[in-house]
Structure formats: structure tokens, C-alpha cells
């Protein structure tokens, strides 16, 4: 009896308290608790590095980076935080840099494609490595993104000297690059020289013409890629490319037939951007009830309203002066994408063309009371 009564108060008496727990302010991340940082490849840090700089945690990828007992080049080409940095402490740690480190500093941010200075590194390491087509095309990114053509060129000097100028991948960035330069007649040379090539190919020398307003060359160009031996068939790429052809250079039956033909011949459905695209062509023609026609032919038959096809059609109203249809696509466009402020000043810039001060007033104020981002992001010489 007394053992049973012993253990009925054991039960009834409240648990222990345990001893305070001191919480630490840094963060743990998983690699503290999962991993013992020992030599790879056993848990693979560089791998780490990269999930934590793709997840936006620099912070916790340059712990992890420190606290490395060992790193080798892949762990150096992974490392966050700029390109240059990156590149001076492998040579520092005399690695020796690879490819890889070339695309690293083309394309990290706080690297070529954002601080002209990194542009002699990348350089200096073209110098350095073992040549491939997937270095030299990284490099040619970086000066694409930036207009570079001095560098372009060489590049492509390099390109020719390593013999990888008919690499088809390394032909489009060159094209790519010279349609960016403004250099057309340029990449079509590159293009014409071309010893195979995709869809790809064909869809930047058209988006080059597109861009540049050479409606009819980019339109004869498709009707070449049609019948070129081998068959490279167009994809939804290459029409939205040709339908920006024709909206540049106001081919408005062109335009149409390209349309239809994606549909009908080649079975590829079109998607908002194609409509966005014809129906800014049909407004800048004048034609606003086909656009309208268009737009809502497009609305109803898609379960959900497109951003940019509202903003297509809201153009179309302001150019042509159609108020009424103007507000109800104002209205939509709000629906669609009310957190984004390009779509208030797009309304407001509408209402102030349509003289309706007080509605053009009413988008200004959406956006001041949200704050400074909204307000960082808007050039505000553009409402008037």
C-alpha cells in the first residue's frame, strides 16, 4: 500500500524544472547542426555555398565559407560576396582559375555585368585558362548586358584564335550581343557564317531586325527560316519576335497572318504576350475597335486576365483617345496587378491624356501612401 501510494504522489507531483536555457543571438543555420566541417567530399560545402547564395543568405554562406578547414578552387568559385575578391584570394591561395571562375565573375552580381572595373579581371583571366565555349560565351553575356563592344570584339577575337566560332551556342551570343550593340548588319554576318543553325539562331537575328525596326528584313528572314533545309521549326519565341517586327514597323496584315499561321499551322497556342503585342500593334495603327474586339475575345477566353495585355490594350486607348473603353481596361489592369506601381502611373498618365484630374490624382496618392519603394521606383517627370 505504501509503494502505491508512493508512486500515485509521484505521478501527481508537477515535473522538475529544468536549468535556464541561454538562447544565442546569432542564427544557426543547417549546416551547424548537420554537418561536422570536415574535408569533402563528404558533405559537399560548395554545394552548400551556392544553395545559401541562391537563397539570399550571404551571411550564413560566408560563415560556412570561414569555417572551412579546407577549400580548393570549386569552393573559391562558389564563395560570396564579388567576383574580384573571389579571384584575388584563389590567386592569393595560388588556385589557379578555371572556366568556371571566368562565368562566375560574368555573372555574380557585384561582377562585370554591374562594375565596369571587374571587366580587366574576367579579362586578365581569359589569359589563364583553358578556352571552351561555355567561358567564352559567359563573357559574352557580361558584355552584352552592359552594351560592351570594345570588349565583344574581344572576345570574339578569342573565340576565333581558340577556333570556337562554330560552336552554334557561342554564335548566338554573338548575335545576341551585336543586336544590343546595334550592330545588325554585324550579326547578320555572324549569322550567315553559321555553320548549323536552331531555333535559337533564327529567333535572335529576327528579335535583332525587331529591335532595331527592320520590319521587312525580319519578316523575310522568317519566311527563309520556313524553308530552310534542315526543317528548324519556329517555337513561341520566334513569333513573338515577328509579331514585334511587324508592331515596330505598323505591318498590320502581316501582323494578323503571323497570328493566325502560329495557330493554325503550327499548332502553338498564343499566349498573352502575342496578344499584347498585336493589340499595341492595332493601336498604334489607329485601329482600336479591331484591338478592343481583340482584347475581349482574348479576356473570355482565357481563365485569367493577362497584366500585359491590359496594359496593351490601356495604351491603345490613350493613343486613340477611347476614354470609355480606356477606363473599364483601367479598372481590369487594377484587378489584375494592384501592387505594382508602373500600372498606377500607366492609369494615372491615361486619366491626365483623358483630362480626369481627380482619377489621375487618385493613382499618385495609391502610391505615396505605400511608402518609398514605390515612390524609389518612379520617375515622377513621367506623369506630366
Not at 176 to 187: I, L
Given at each position: ?6 508512486a ?10 529544468l ?6 543571438r ?6 551547424q547542426?548537420?554537418l561536422p566541417l570536415?574535408p569533402y ?15 539570399g ?19 573559391w568559385?562558389a ?12 590567386a ?7 572556366a568556371?571562375?571566368?562565368?562566375t565573375?560574368a ?15 574576367a579579362?586578365?583571366i581569359?589569359?589563364r585558362?583553358?578556352l571552351?565555349g561555355i ?9 552584352s548586358?552592359?552594351?560592351n ?22 554564335c548566338?551570343a554573338l548575335?545576341?550581343?551585336?543586336a544590343?550593340?546595334?550592330r ?7 549569322f ?14 529576327i ?13 523575310g528572314l ?7 533545309a ?18 515596330q ?7 494578323g497572318?503571323?497570328?493566325h499561321?502560329?495557330?493554325?499551322q503550327?499548332g ?18 489607329g485601329q ?17 486576365l493577362?497584366?500585359?495585355?491590359c496594359?496593351?490594350?490601356l ?9 470609355l ?22 492609369i494615372?498618365?491615361?486619366h491626365?491624356v483623358?483630362?480626369?484630374?481627380s ?11 505605400k ?12 506623369w506630366?
Amino acid at each position: 500500500m505504501r509503494n502505491a501510494a508512493a508512486a500515485a504522489a509521484r505521478r501527481a507531483a508537477p515535473p522538475p524544472l529544468l536549468p535556464p536555457v541561454r538562447l544565442s543571438r546569432s542564427p544557426c543555420y543547417p549546416h551547424q547542426v548537420f554537418l561536422p566541417l570536415q574535408p569533402y567530399p563528404g558533405h559537399r560545402p560548395p554545394a552548400l555555398l551556392t544553395a545559401y547564395t541562391n537563397a539570399g543568405l550571404p551571411a550564413a554562406a560566408s560563415r560556412l565559407f570561414n569555417e572551412m578547414p579546407a577549400r580548393d578552387a570549386v569552393a573559391w568559385n562558389a564563395r560570396p560576396g564579388t567576383a574580384a575578391y573571389a579571384f584575388r584570394g584563389m590567386a592569393t591561395a595560388r588556385f589557379a582559375p578555371t572556366a568556371a571562375t571566368l562565368c562566375t565573375m560574368a555573372l555574380r552580381p557585384g561582377c562585370c555585368v554591374e562594375n565596369s572595373r571587374s571587366f580587366m579581371d574576367a579579362f586578365l583571366i581569359l589569359g589563364r585558362i583553358e578556352l571552351n565555349g561555355i567561358a567564352l560565351t559567359c563573357a559574352l553575356t557580361a558584355c552584352s548586358a552592359t552594351a560592351n563592344l570594345m570588349y565583344s570584339m574581344l572576345v570574339q577575337c578569342k573565340a576565333v584564335r581558340h577556333g570556337s566560332t562554330s560552336q552554334t551556342i557561342l554564335c548566338n551570343a554573338l548575335i545576341d550581343m551585336y543586336a544590343k550593340c546595334g550592330r545588325t548588319m554585324a550579326a547578320r554576318i555572324v549569322f550567315d557564317q553559321m555553320a548549323c543553325r536552331n531555333v535559337v539562331s533564327w529567333s535572335s537575328m529576327i528579335d535583332a531586325y525587331s529591335c532595331h525596326g527592320h520590319g521587312e528584313a525580319a519578316l523575310g528572314l522568317f519566311k527563309r527560316m520556313e524553308k530552310v533545309a534542315p526543317v528548324v521549326l519556329p517555337n513561341e519565341v520566334t513569333f513573338l519576335a515577328v509579331l514585334s517586327a511587324c508592331g515596330q514597323s505598323g505591318l498590320v496584315d502581316e501582323g494578323g497572318a503571323m497570328l493566325h499561321l502560329m495557330k493554325r499551322q503550327y499548332g502553338i497556342n498564343p499566349g498573352p504576350e502575342h496578344y499584347a503585342c498585336f493589340i499595341d500593334l492595332l493601336g498604334r495603327a489607329g485601329q482600336n475597335d479591331e484591338a478592343w474586339y481583340l482584347y475581349c475575345s482574348s479576356i473570355t477566353t482565357r481563365s485569367e486576365l493577362s497584366g500585359s495585355i491590359c496594359v496593351a490594350m490601356l495604351n491603345a486607348c490613350k493613343a486613340n483617345m477611347d476614354v470609355l473603353r480606356g477606363n473599364k481596361v483601367a479598372l481590369h489592369l487594377l484587378e489584375v496587378d494592384p501592387e505594382n506601381p508602373g500600372s498606377h502611373v500607366l492609369i494615372s498618365n491615361f486619366h491626365a491624356v483623358a483630362r480626369q484630374w481627380s482619377e489621375s490624382d487618385e493613382p499618385r496618392r495609391i502610391i505615396l501612401d505605400k511608402g518609398s519603394l514605390g515612390v524609389q521606383l518612379i520617375d515622377f517627370n513621367s506623369w506630366y
